[in-house]
């Protein structure tokens, strides 16, 4: 009898019927040992587009942005998290219903699927695409446990197994790592990797940005809606910008200077006019 496993989960799924054995057997190796296999045994594209749709699915089940805690998906390991700031919104998720446990069943049933396709005959095909189907019975109750959820981006799920291409691949995606990264993982996360932006829009209630703050970081004049940030230069609507305020100041001194002027000459025609009175008044 043999065994079909997620990583070394210690979950275990029988795979009936003698042409399943031949199947999992031409494919994983010898018949005596238990099967084993892990969703980053799979291509990076495919684990990139199923962690994109789990950071998707995270942001959407949580209801914001602004309302998500922690949200990540490793492609390089596979390990991925969710969690919401209040309401526990993720809690109404079943396990089975997550997107990386989708993938990483469906994944299951197509190997298995096609080991029936190229290891059995004909006559035997139907009952082993059958068996197949019954053992991964994906986005159910049936579907086998995933061990993918992890605490920390930086953790590797349980059985890990190494991706061919694991050299290639450093991106997480996601763009809420939780209290407690650490510095190296702040250091080594790639902010400005599209991949690190969120794959949905916010809602229009989503007035904080997705790092904390009224109007985001770093900057005192920030606009926009739906998550797009604005930084204003120049003149806005009811006040004046950075650009324009010494040009104010510079014309408002000038204005200062020969209004001054003004009152000096006025001052000194008055002077000149009491002397020549005084002049006259001497002379008569």
Same mark, same amino acid.
């Given at each position: ?62 209801? %914001?942005?602004? &309302?998500? #805690?922690?949200?990540? $998906?490793?492609?390089?390991? *596979?390990?991925?998290?969710? !969690?919401?700031?209040? =309401? ?14 989708? %993938?990483?069943? &469906?994944? #299951?049933?197509?190997? $298995?699927?096609?080991?029936? *396709?190229?290891?059995?005959? !004909?006559?035997?095909? =139907? ?17 086998? &446990? ?139």
């Amino acid at each position: 009898m043999l065994f079909f496993r997620f990583g070394d989960s210690g979950i275990k799924r029988t795979l009936s019927g003698a042409a399943i054995a031949v199947a999992v057997a031409v494919i994983f190796g010898s018949p005596q040992a238990s099967a084993k296999w892990a969703f980053t045994q799979q291509p990076a594209d495919e684990r990139a587009r199923a962690c994109q749709e789990q950071v998707s699915f995270c942001y959407n089940a949580c209801g %914001s942005v602004a &309302r998500t #805690a922690v949200n990540f $998906c490793s492609i390089q390991t *596979t390990g991925w998290n969710c !969690a919401c700031n209040s =309401g526990g919104g993720e809690r109404r998720v079943r396990s089975y219903e997550w997107p990386m446990s989708v %993938s990483e069943c &469906r994944a #299951a049933l197509k190997i $298995c699927n096609d080991g029936c *396709t190229s290891n059995t005959s !004909a006559n035997e095909r =139907g009952s082993c695409y059958t068996s197949c189907t019954t053992d991964y019975q994906c986005n159910t109750n049936e579907a086998p &446990r995933s061990s993918l959820r992890v605490n920390s981006a930086y953790d590797k799920p349980k059985g890990y197994i190494p991706p061919v291409d694991e050299k290639d691949i450093e991106l997480t995606i996601g763009m809420k790592f939780g209290d407690s990264e650490s510095d190296q993982g702040r250091k080594t996360r790639h902010a400005g990797d599209p991949g690190a932006l969120p794959k949905t829009i916010p809602k229009s209630d989503d007035t904080e940005s997705a790092d904390g703050g009224s109007l985001g970081k770093g900057h005192p004049d920030i606009g926009g809606s739906n998550g797009h940030t604005t930084i204003y230069s120049g003149k806005r609507k009811g006040g004046v910008g950075q650009s324009g305020g010494s040009d104010v100041k510079a014309a408002a001194s000038v204005a200062n200077h020969i209004q001054m002027i003004q009152h000096i000459i006025a001052h000194a025609i008055s002077i000149c006019i009491c002397i020549v009175l005084v002049t006259s008044t001497v002379a008569l």
